[in-house]
C-alpha cells in the first residue's frame, strides 16, 4: 500500500496526553461494530458439490485467531450444507489439535502429499466429527518442506498442483497458514482464489496489514492474478475498551467494505473449544461465538 493506514498524529494509542492536545473523548468514538449491515440471504441448499472455492486464511501475525476462525468458518459452513476442506498449513499443527487430531502421532501429512509423489489425498485427509468437514492435518515435519521446495523447479505452485484433485469434490477449501510471510504462505496465495484476513483489534495487529497487503499484491502481479481479498475479519473485540474501538474503526476507515460486518468478540468459549477438540458450533451451539462464525459463514457464501 502506498500509503499508512493511520499515522501518528490522528491514532495517538497509549500515549501521554500533550498540553496541546485535547483528551479523546470515549463518546466520540462509537461502536463500529454496530454500523448498518448488510442484508444477508440464508444460503440456499446445494444439489451437488464443487468446485471449490480455496479461501487462504492469512496474518503474518501470530495469535489473531486465523485457527480458531479457520475452525470454526469451516463448521459453520458445513452446517449450511457445503463440503469444506481444512488444510493445516502451519507446521505447528494448531489446526488439527483444535479439530482433536494428535500431530506428533501422525504418520502421513500434508508434508508427505507436497514432498513424496507416491502419496495421494485420500492416503492423508481424515474425518472430522462435523458432518461434511475434512482435514489435511500438519505436524513438525512441515518445517522442513520450507527448505526442501526452494530447489523444486515451479516451487510456489506446490500446494496448488496437490490439491488440484480436490476441488471437484469439495465447495470450499480453507487453507490454515503459518504466522509468517515465507514460501509455505506464498503456496496458500498463489492457489488461492481469495484471502482471509484475520485482523485483532490491536494496534500492532493493524500495523502488518500493509506488508501484508504488499505481499498479496506480488502475488497477484507474478502468481495468481486472479488473487482477491475476500474480506476481513475483526477479532478478539471488545467494545468496551476505547483502544479497540478506535482501531476498528481505522480498518473500516481504510478497507470499507472488505471488513465482514461480522465481529468475532473475545470469550472464554473459544479457548475451551480448543481443549474439547471442537469447533464451537458443536462445543457450545448457542453460544454467541457460535453464531457469530455462522453470520460469517454467510457472508462467505454470499461473497
Known sequence: MSAPLFDAESLRMGEPARPDVAAPVVAEVPDPSSRPHREI?????LSGHGPATVLAMCNQKGGVGKTTSTINLGAALAEYGRKVLLVDFDPQGALSVGLGVQPHELDTTIYNLI??????????????????????????????????????VGREQTLGRVLAPALPHYDFVLVDCQPSLGLLTVN????????????????????????????????????????EIT????????PRTLHTREVMARVVEAFGDLVFDTVINRTVRFPETTVA??????WASRSQGAEAYRALAREVIAR
Open 41 to 45: 440471504p440464508t444460503p440456499a441448499p
Open 277 to 282: 477438540g471442537e469447533p464451537i458450533t458443536k
Open 231 to 238: 474480506g476481513i475479519l475483526a477479532t478478539m473485540y471488545d
Open 115 to 152: 514432498m513424496e509423489r507416491r502419496v495421494t489425498l485420500d492416503d492423508v485427509v481424515l474425518r472430522t466429527g462435523v458432518e461434511g468437514l475434512d482435514l489435511l492435518p500438519s505436524n513438525i515435519d512441515l518445517s522442513a518442506a520450507e527448505v526442501q521446495l526452494v530447489s523444486e
Open 188 to 227: 496458500a496465495l498463489a492457489c488461492a482464489h481469495g484471502v482471509l484476513i484475520p485482523l485483532e483489534c490491536e494496534y500492532f495487529s493493524l500495523r502488518g496489514v500493509a506488508l501484508l497487503m504488499d505481499t498479496i499484491e506480488k502475488v497477484q502481479d507474478r502468481l495468481n492474478p486472479d488473487l
